[in-house]
């Protein structure tokens, strides 16, 4: 799986934002999870498929939140299917997909930026994409 050519594609979190604003910290793990999962398909949009199809019941989910000043950083992982065009027009071809995105926000802003992680080495096994790693 690899990201788009966009330079950056961002994702709208208002709810994420007015809490953090409002130091409702207890809160906000599960108002960016709600968040994250209300656009589960929006996350998916700058994906280059590995078959060339597209995604299908994306359920994304937030792993870890660290705020660090103004900035906030969540690991997120999307669980989808990616719907592979085949031989049969109507009968596409499914395979399921688990990608992780990072998602960064400054604290006077409404959206994060999406990226997928930079060093593969900070992940672990569960975080990886690859459905051959035997997790």
Not at 8 to 31: C, S, Y
Not at 107 to 118: F, K, Y
Not at 124 to 129: C, H, L, Q, R
Request: overall charge negative; charged content about 30%; proline content about 4%.
């Amino acid at each position: 799986m690899a990201w788009g050519d966009a330079p950056q594609q961002r994702v709208d979190l208002p709810r994420t934002a007015a809490a953090w604003r409002q130091g409702r910290f207890e809160d906000l793990n599960a108002i960016l999870d709600d968040e994250v999962a209300d656009r589960s398909f929006e996350l998916t949009d700058g994906m280059v498929m590995d078959g060339g199809g597209w995604p299908d019941d994306a359920i994304a989910e937030v792993e870890s939140v660290d705020i660090a000043g103004d900035s906030l950083t969540a690991k997120i992982t999307i669980d989808y299917s990616e719907m592979i065009p085949s031989a049969c027009a109507d009968q596409p071809y499914s395979e399921h997909r688990r990608q992780a995105l990072i998602l960064t926000m400054d604290r006077g802003d409404n959206s994060a930026v999406v990226t997928s992680p930079e060093d593969e080495d900070d992940w672990t096994v569960a975080d990886w994409n690859s459905a051959g790693d035997g997790a």
